[in-house]
């Protein structure tokens, strides 16, 4: 257990409304990521961050944002949710273990659904 | 970019049997990692085995090893003496290391969904 969490854990949304995803963890981790999980497709990595307030996008990041103003909330936003964003988000963070290696650690997933 | 490929969506296995997961992934580095990922019903994402390019030696991490292959560019899980417990989707990944200058991301294959028969 890597000290993350995620809120809400699921949540119906109606088309066209804002959405916020909030990513929380207690253990000052550097990097932290958001992915959505989509059947067929694994997981795929929406946006990153390096760093408070650095952050970078990933392969799918078209209508999300992302922000991180401190070191233990990475938050994702869709602006104006659709159904093709109806997926479940993980977030996750980089570890970096004794050995040296960065593992990456994740948190228990949110499930959105907009209708 | 980095591609990973598990080619089988679903499989099958007896109660203590072994099984093997399939990986493959093209990528033009030298140095990087190889994971193997968990997903139980309860959708937590769990860490299985991890592997460094670097190294010949197969990672094993209990019932789990892999046959990591890398001028074939392939990295399969071996499950031993299955258990119920190890029925979960299985997800292959992909990373290139922190100090390349990467951003530190993975890049999963589609899943294999194992079933363990009683």
């Known amino acids: 257990d890597a000290g993350i969490t995620q809120s809400p854990r699921h949540k119906v949304t109606e088309t066209g409304t804002p959405v916020t995803l909030r990513c929380h963890q207690t253990e000052n981790h550097r990097y932290m990521y958001w992915y959505r999980q989509d059947p067929g497709h694994g997981l795929r990595l929406i946006h990153y961050?390096?760093?408070?307030?650095?952050?970078d996008k990933g392969e799918v990041s078209d209508g999300y944002s992302v922000s991180r103003s401190k070191t233990e909330d990475f938050l994702l936003t869709l602006e104006s949710a659709t159904s093709s964003q109806t997926s479940v988000y993980f977030c996750?963070?980089?570890?970096?273990?004794?050995?040296?290696?960065?593992?990456?650690?994740f948190g228990p997933g949110t499930r959105l659904t907009v209708t | 970019a980095q591609t990973v490929t598990q080619s089988q969506p679903e499989m099958s296995v007896q109660e203590a049997e072994t099984v093997t997961l399939s990986c493959t992934y093209d990528t033009s580095e030298s140095d990087y990692y190889l994971f193997w990922y968990k997903q139980p019903p309860s959708r937590q994402m769990i860490l299985v085995i991890r592997?460094?390019?670097?190294?010949?030696q197969n990672a094993t991490e209990n019932r789990f090893s892999v046959n990591f292959q890398k001028a074939a560019k392939s990295f399969s899980l071996k499950i031993s003496d299955s258990q119920l417990g190890d029925a979960a989707m299985y997800f292959c990944?992909?990373?290139?290391?922190?100090?390349?200058?990467?951003?530190?991301?993975?890049?999963f294959g589609k899943g294999t969904k194992l079933t363990v028969n009683p």
């Open positions: 990944a992909y990373r290139t290391p922190l100090s390349q200058g990467g951003s530190e991301k993975l890049v």
């Open positions: 592997q460094e390019a670097y190294k010949q």
């Open positions: 961050s390096y760093g408070v307030k650095d952050t």
């Open positions: 996750a963070i980089s570890d970096r273990l004794t050995s040296g290696i960065y593992e990456q650690y």
